[in-house]
């Protein structure tokens, strides 16, 4: 779990908790998947927002050909 990104830690711990060794360390280590889940939420929506802007201002165009 350690070597994914936040966004998916966050993903995981959404569920249920089935076990752990110290629920003080397990409350600290998620409560640190949260607050950097939700700087990077917000950093993303932020990102796609400029990145929209930027195709719809004609600074970016992609080129899709369906079955290749």
Known sequence: M?????????EIIKGIR????DINQADVFEE???KKAGDLH???QVFDKDVM???EDGYFEFEYSPGS
């Open 53 to 55: 802007e930027a195709i």
């Open 18 to 21: 089935i076990y752990a060794q």
């Open 2 to 10: 350690h070597e994914v990104s936040s966004l998916f830690q966050y």
């Open 42 to 44: 917000f950093k993303k």
């Open 32 to 34: 640190s998947i949260m």
